[in-house]
């Protein structure tokens, strides 16, 4: 079975500061690991993926896979980042598709 | 542009009712999905299909069955809505099987059950 976990509901940083939004896995096989984010009156979007490789609006995520982490980062904080985060995991389902799961999502609030 | 529409996009239904929720992509997606979203639990895949008339469960199946008669239009059907299906509801789509395709998402069905 897959599983992510976020373990922060909530969190809270002040404009310029660093952010980290923690992300870890439970998955057997080699996961495609994805951070996705809601903004306010939005629809969920893709924010990046692993396999990209890629630095989004200055944020990056590095898979660990000793630890099972893919962890949410970004140096200096604005307060356009507040926002709700999802970290998503795909894994092989039912039928050979992969299967997306879903953490239960950390609400960013960055303050002025 | 990559479109996933679901045309209902607040509804307020009694105890009992039968309730359809629509969803439409235009980007000739073979994989269509079905999720449940709530504070503090996240996503939750209620059911999902790979093809069309095909469907399989998720982890949240109970209460729910899905429609799916042509590529573009997976339904969800609350065969007797119950207030704990009070929710909202999230339809995506990808295109296909693979590993690390990008998930979109349509913008979400509030419903109520009262």
Not at chain 1, 22 to 31: A, D, T
Not at chain 2, 61 to 78: A, C, N
């Amino acid at each position: 079975a897959q599983r992510v976990t976020q373990p922060e509901k909530l969190l809270s940083v002040f404009k310029g500061a660093p952010v980290e939004l923690k992300c870890n896995y439970s998955y057997s096989g080699s996961p495609e690991l994805f951070w996705y984010v809601q903004y306010s009156r939005q629809r969920l979007q893709l924010l990046l993926r692993h396999i990209s490789r890629e630095s989004i609006k200055g944020f990056t995520a590095d898979l660990n896979k000793g630890e099972t982490s893919f962890h949410l980062k970004k140096p200096f904080a604005q307060e356009e980042d507040s926002a709700m985060y999802y970290c998503a995991l795909s894994g092989q389902g039912a039928g050979g598709s992969y299967i997306p799961t879903f953490g239960r999502g950390t609400s960013l609030i960055v303050h002025p | 542009d990559v479109k996933v529409t679901q045309s209902s996009r607040y509804l307020v239904k009694r105890t009992g009712e039968k309730v359809f929720l629509e969803c439409v992509q235009d980007m000739d997606h073979e994989n269509m999905f079905w999720y449940r979203q709530d504070p503090g639990l996240g996503l939750r895949l209620i059911y999902f299909s790979y093809d069309v008339k095909m469907k399989e469960k998720g982890d949240i199946p109970e209460g729910y069955s899905v429609s799916r008669e042509k590529k573009e239009r997976f339904s969800l059907i609350l065969e007797s809505a119950s207030t704990n299906q009070t929710s909202m509801y999230l339809c995506a789509s990808t295109v296909d099987r693979g590993l690390g395709n990008t998930i979109y998402f349509g913008e979400g069905s509030w419903l109520t059950v009262v």
